[in-house]
């Protein structure tokens, strides 16, 4: 909070959250997509306040209780943080195509359009929690999932174009 005082930052050591429950909404169940946890290694925290700022390092070792390479980890991390960012365009996307689908109602194009993009999004979210769920590598099916759902977002992104165009 901004007051003065003992105030308290709390990281989970996780990247950004995919997801957050819209806000001022009472949290029930899940907390969204959260951010796959971060590659083992060193890092800068940084606060700024009042004018001032102050770094300390830390470091951040793998849970011995996880048996992982590190080249394994920084794998199964770096495929996250692209559904992360996959999924978080495909929201984006269906942000702007809701509405317009909404204005055009009866539209049965701009209906499935709005359903396509919302379907695409829950694959995107569900292949994100498989892969979350395990720090080992990735399934052949998952890479494939991984590699294909880009060219249907690239797609749908060309057909909201036209929709939002109208």
Not at 8 to 21: A, F, M, T
Not at 150 to 165: C, G, I, M, N, S
């Amino acid at each position: 909070p901004a007051r003065r005082g003992i105030n308290r930052v709390v990281w989970d050591l996780r990247h950004e959250p995919l997801s957050r429950p819209p806000s001022g909404e009472q949290q029930r169940g899940p907390r969204g997509l959260e951010g796959p946890f971060v590659v083992p290694g060193e890092y800068t925290v940084r606060l700024t306040a009042g004018g001032r700022t102050l770094d300390e390092r830390v470091r951040v070792e793998e849970d011995p209780r996880v048996v992982v390479a590190p080249s394994g980890r920084q794998s199964w991390t770096s495929t996250l943080l692209r559904l992360g960012d996959l999924y978080r365009a495909v929201d984006a996307l269906l942000a702007k195509v809701t509405p317009a689908a909404a204005k055009l109602k009866g539209d049965a194009d701009a209906e499935a359009l709005r359903w396509t993009v919302n379907e695409l999004r829950n694959r995107v979210g569900g292949l994100y929690g498989e892969i979350s769920a395990s720090a080992g590598p990735v399934t052949a099916d998952q890479q494939s999932q991984v590699e294909y759902y880009p060219t249907v977002l690239r797609d749908l992104e060309q057909r909201a174009a036209k929709l939002l165009a109208r």
